[in-house]
């Protein structure tokens, strides 16, 4: 596999305060990457930094071998390719599943052009797929506020698969949800292998076990340990700064 992110020496302060500091991170193309590490270790830090809502004290940020350092967050989104879904949904409410899919494609992301020129038939039969993908067919025509909490955390996450992005950032994609809402959403997450890279910021140790290729442990704004699950969970260092305070399946607040 290819390199498609690489952080270097990656650090960004805060009146005083280093909320991280020389973080070197590596990911590769069509990687499944999972972030995780206690509340205040600089895990929605590094994911600032990545999609340029926050701008780095020192080193840099190179993606697809271009270095994106300072740049602003839609070159980052629209030029770059890297989409980022927050762990709440942000959805058009009073439109359809479908509807906020097609406002999401590429060339049609205006209100206007979606309700009041015709639909591209390649952006139709791309929501059509993505609605199946993300097991929402048979809600298409249901308003994104009728859906339950799971089912618009997937639209979310659908309106980004619309984007077509290289590399897809979810930040605690499960927060709020049901056990089985849970496995459903990390059988989805594993699709989307292969097409895309995934970076996940997630609490939830179950899901972790679910999903993970390679786990990156931060703690104090630095890498504590970085490798495969089965590693990470029989480090003692991780065990004592955080494996232990979450218990299996145990989730804590962001």
């Known amino acids: ?12 302060c805060f009146n005083g305060f280093w909320a991280l500091r020389n973080v070197n991170l590596s990911v590769q193309e069509g990687e499944l990457r ?35 350092t300072g740049k602003k967050p839609y070159e980052i989104a629209s030029l770059c390719g890297i989409g980022r879904k927050f762990q ?11 509807d906020n899919l097609l406002l999401a494609a590429p060339r049609l992301n205006t209100v206007a052009r979606t309700f009041f020129r015709s639909t591209p038939r390649a952006a139709q039969e791309r929501a059509g797929k993505v609605l199946r ?38 930040d ?21 292998l292969g097409s895309h890279t995934v970076l996940v910021v997630e609490h939830d140790m179950e899901f972790v076990r679910q999903v993970a290729q390679t786990v990156t442990v931060l703690h104090m704004g630095r890498i504590l340990a970085e490798g495969p699950l089965e590693q ?21 607040s962001a």
């Open 34 to 68: 999972v972030v995780i590490g206690p509340n205040g270790a600089g895990k929605t830090t590094l994911m600032d930094l990545i999609t340029g809502r926050t701008k780095p004290t020192t080193g840099r940020i190179v993606f697809g071998g271009c270095d994106i």
């Open 172 to 192: 605690e994609p499960t927060a709020g949800m049901t056990a089985e809402e849970t496995r459903l959403t990390g059988e989805m997450i594993q699709k989307l």
């Open 133 to 170: 993908e993300i097991g929402l067919w048979e809600k298409r025509d249901k308003m994104a506020c009728e859906l339950s909490h799971g089912e618009r955390q997937w639209l979310e996450i659908g309106m980004l698969m619309m984007q077509a992005p290289r590399l897809i950032i979810l």
């Open 232 to 252: 990470i969970e029989n480090d003692p260092r991780v065990a004592q700064v955080y494996l232990k305070s979450q218990g299996k399946g145990v989730r804590t």
């Open 1 to 12: 596999m290819n390199e498609i992110l690489r952080t270097e020496n990656l650090s960004v």
């Open 88 to 98: 709440g949904p942000n959805l058009f409410e009073n439109m359809t599943s479908a």
